[in-house]
């Protein structure tokens, strides 16, 4: 059974700082009632304060079995500052390669990614395209011909959240539609439809007393429920969720441990029915910033 690994992205921890104290001045007409013979308060802005913050940067992901036995690895290998990841090769146990992907900036922003496969044969690739305010506004796969495959589009709102996801075929043709709606920044719902504007299915996002996601509850286009899905917090960290079946029985179990620094350790993903156990293993570098803290 093979895992694929999927870029996790950075799982970044910002220090906590401390905040300045607020500090409340006369009005203006208290201001005027005071003579020139009476001292006037001068309020100082307190000094900047300079604090550290460290940034698990993933190296390398290690997939075992259930007996512990290594499945396959990938190594994340990054730039100087490690800030843009530059490639991700896939190795079987013995260390024969399995895949490699090279990753392609500019200004800092990923606008190209080559996949190949363990003969260094281009499998496929990808293109980035960004709206003004950074976010990612088109996403293009290609074959080893330089042939759309497929495509992908994100609409967003005047606050930046995703209100739509297209999905487009090789010819660049619509083939579905997922819409979001927000409140208050979170997403509640989301709808799925096809080419023809025909709702193929939907989701319902709930959230605990903290703002964190609790559950998804998916359904088909009749409204039926399929599944579920529940996510448990601990101290703002995700540290267990289980897919259930629409009659409540768990169907996967995955949970997941964190380092000292927050990082994600450990990732154990239990298929109940198939009876399997798959263990993720992350090793991290550690990138450190300095930031002026007003």
Same mark, same amino acid.
């Given at each position: 059974m093979k895992y694929r690994i999927a870029l996790a992205g950075f799982c970044g921890l910002i220090l906590s700082c401390a905040t300045n104290q607020a500090v409340t001045t006369d009005t203006k007409e208290a201001v005027q009632e005071k003579?020139?013979?009476?001292?006037? %308060?001068?309020?100082? !802005? %307190?000094?900047? +304060?300079?604090v550290e913050v460290k940034i698990p940067v993933e190296t390398k992901a290690t997939v075992k079995f259930a007996d512990g036995s290594v499945d396959e690895y990938t190594v994340s290998v990054w730039d100087n500052s490690y +800030?843009? =990841?530059q490639a991700q090769t896939r190795y079987t146990a013995s260390g024969a390669v399995l895949e490699k992907t090279e990753f392609v900036y *500019?200004?800092?922003r990923l606008v190209g990614k080559t996949i190949q496969d363990r003969e260094d044969k281009v499998v496929s690739r990808r293109s980035y395209a960004y709206n003004p305010a950074g976010l990612i506004s088109a996403e293009v796969v290609y074959d080893v011909n330089g042939?759309?495959?497929? @495509? #992908?589009? #994100?609409? #967003?709102d005047a606050q930046n959240n995703k209100v739509a996801w297209i999905v487009k075929d090789a010819n660049n043709s619509k083939v579905a539609e997922t819409r979001y709606n927000y409140k208050d920044g979170k997403v509640q719902s989301a709808e799925l439809f096809? &080419?023809?504007? +025909?709702k193929n299915g939907s989701s319902v996002y709930d959230y605990d007393a903290e703002g964190n996601l609790a559950s998804v509850s998916y359904y088909n286009g009749l409204g039926s429920l399929l599944r579920k899905?529940?996510? #448990?917090?601990?101290?703002? =960290? =995700?540290? !267990?969720? *289980?897919?259930?079946? &629409? @009659? @409540?029985?768990? =169907?996967?179990?995955t949970t997941y441990e964190y380092g000292p620094n927050k990082e994600l350790v450990r990732?154990?993903?239990?298929?109940l029915q198939g009876k399997s156990k798959q263990t993720i293993e992350f090793e991290y570098a550690i990138r450190t910033e300095t930031r002026i803290v007003e």
């Open positions: 003579t020139q013979s009476e001292p006037v %308060a001068v309020v100082q !802005k %307190a000094d900047p +304060k300079t +800030k843009n =990841l *500019e200004n800092n042939k759309q495959v497929s @495509g #992908y589009e #994100y609409m #967003y096809d &080419a023809t504007g +025909k899905e529940f996510s #448990y917090w601990d101290k703002g =960290l =995700l540290v !267990k969720e *289980e897919r259930t079946s &629409a @009659g @409540g029985q768990v =169907l996967q179990r990732k154990v993903v239990e298929d």
